[in-house]
């Protein structure tokens, strides 16, 4: 039998541990809001955080205020950047909760300038494919306000192997406007739109509108060249970029690219992003492709990819022939792109014993026999590569690719840079200009890790 004095014993006791309880909730939710909250700055203010668990957060206490505040500040120069550039402008201020709720999670990672310079971009996706696909998928979902998808090509049974957005019901139907339903499902807040065009055929003047021009088929390097050429007269930035079996590759001409360069530093617990402004100049396809290695030393020259070589035989195979190697005759095709390899390897300047030990007559046979696949796998992880490089793009971030990316050639794919460049050859690096990166960047693939490594210099 319990006695009156033990039942109001334990009744405090029970209610000092209510009330204890609710003290620590009450700090947790406290310390669950500091760490939600962000600031936005200007360009070129450091951001100053605070530590709380270890953790680096912003020193703000309202995350929604934070949000609108930023909403107001940035709303005009993102606005103002996108008219300029030829996109279709959407007005900052009437993005709802919903909308904002929708890309909370990118808002939070890369801020709201550079979500609202998505939100006002314009880009071009020219060929659909399952390498488009993997690409469309990606932009949309991160929010690009204007997508246009151009193809002329009636889709096929062939299509609809790494296409996830074609399904048996389209065959016979142009292979854009078949995709489109399904692409603007995933985000109705973009604006997507299809052009049934002929990409060999249709006027200059068309690109103009564009932020943005993606080339994702397996067009020839003489109609590539030209849209490079007419994007460079335009200013309009240009990426090319295709998947063939088990290889792939991604190229960049983004011009004299401008871009913010966020760095962190952290002292006596307090971290400060430095935000600064920097510049890059690319070189065009064409000069990327009539690189001269006659300056740069053999063990250097061992870190080019292979499929870089390998590319400019298929390509002049594609000039020679009019179409590319098919699997039905992948063995004749690849003695033709053979019998050109000691004339294109003494073409490129460089030391002949390295260059034939890179382009190897299995390593040509292998590109001619999958030139003209295209493997889900494949598909998605260069597409992952591209897509990542749009959005940094449109959102002016610093890039990963410059201004060659190429996959299939080992476990991850490699990035390089690639042009003509009187510095670049004297001191054995491949740059179009001497403010070339200091660094080139082995992507691995499976594991996502990003290894930095020595350059060519």
Not at 149 to 176: C, H, W, Y
Not at 302 to 318: N, S
């Amino acid at each position: 039998m319990v006695s009156t004095r033990s039942k109001r014993a334990a009744e405090g006791e029970e209610k000092e541990g209510t009330a204890a309880a609710g003290q620590v909730t009450g700090q947790n939710t406290d310390t669950g809001k500091r760490k939600k909250a962000r600031t936005s700055t200007a360009l070129s203010e450091p951001v100053e955080t605070t530590t709380v668990n270890h953790e680096a957060v912003p020193a703000t206490t309202s995350d929604s205020d934070s949000l609108n505040q930023s909403l107001s500040n940035e709303s005009g120069d993102a606005n103002a950047s996108g008219a300029e550039n030829g996109a279709k402008p959407n007005n900052l201020s009437t993005m709802d909760e919903e909308e904002m709720a929708l890309y909370d999670r990118q808002i939070r990672l890369w801020g709201m300038e550079a979500q609202t310079r998505m939100r006002t971009a314009s880009v071009l996706v020219i060929g659909v494919c399952g390498l488009s696909a993997e690409i469309c998928k990606n932009i949309v979902l991160a929010g690009v306000g204007n997508v246009t998808v151009m193809d002329n090509q009636p889709v096929s049974v062939k299509d609809l192997g790494a296409n996830f957005f074609l399904t048996e019901a389209d065959i016979g139907a142009n292979r854009a406007e078949a995709s489109a339903p399904r692409i603007r499902n995933m985000n109705p807040r973009v604006n997507l739109t299809t052009v049934n065009e002929d990409v060999h055929t249709i006027e200059n003047a068309f690109y103009a509108r564009f932020d943005l021009v993606l080339v994702s088929s397996k067009i020839s390097l003489a109609t590539l060249t030209h849209i490079n050429s007419v994007c460079r007269g335009a200013g309009i930035k240009f990426v090319s970029c295709a998947v063939f079996g088990t290889h792939g590759y991604m190229f960049s001409d983004l011009l004299k690219y401008d871009y913010v360069e966020e760095r962190n530093a952290t002292s006596d617990g307090v971290t400060t992003t430095l935000r600064t402004k920097k510049s890059q100049d690319f070189a065009s396809l064409e000069k990327a492709c009539t690189t001269r290695f006659n300056s740069m030393r053999p063990k250097f020259l061992k870190r080019v990819p292979p499929l870089y070589f390998a590319l400019q035989l298929m390509w002049r195979f594609e000039k020679n022939e009019g179409r590319l190697p098919s699997v039905a005759t992948f063995k004749e095709d690849a003695e033709k792109m053979c019998s050109m390899r000691d004339e294109y390897i003494t073409s490129t300047g460089g030391d002949v014993k390295t260059l034939n030990a890179l382009l190897t007559p299995s390593a040509i046979s292998a590109l001619a026999r999958e030139a003209s696949l295209e493997l889900s796998p494949v598909c998605a992880i260069v597409g992952g590569i591209v897509s990542q490089e749009v959005l940094n793009i449109v959102s002016a971030k610093e890039v990963d690719v410059y201004n060659f990316f190429s996959f299939g050639d080992s476990v991850g794919g490699v990035i390089k840079a690639f042009g003509e460049s009187p510095d670049a050859a004297v001191s054995g690096a491949v740059g179009s200009s001497s403010s070339a990166p200091t660094s080139s960047t082995t992507v691995a693939a499976t594991t996502g890790k990003v290894d930095e490594s020595v350059v060519l210099d």
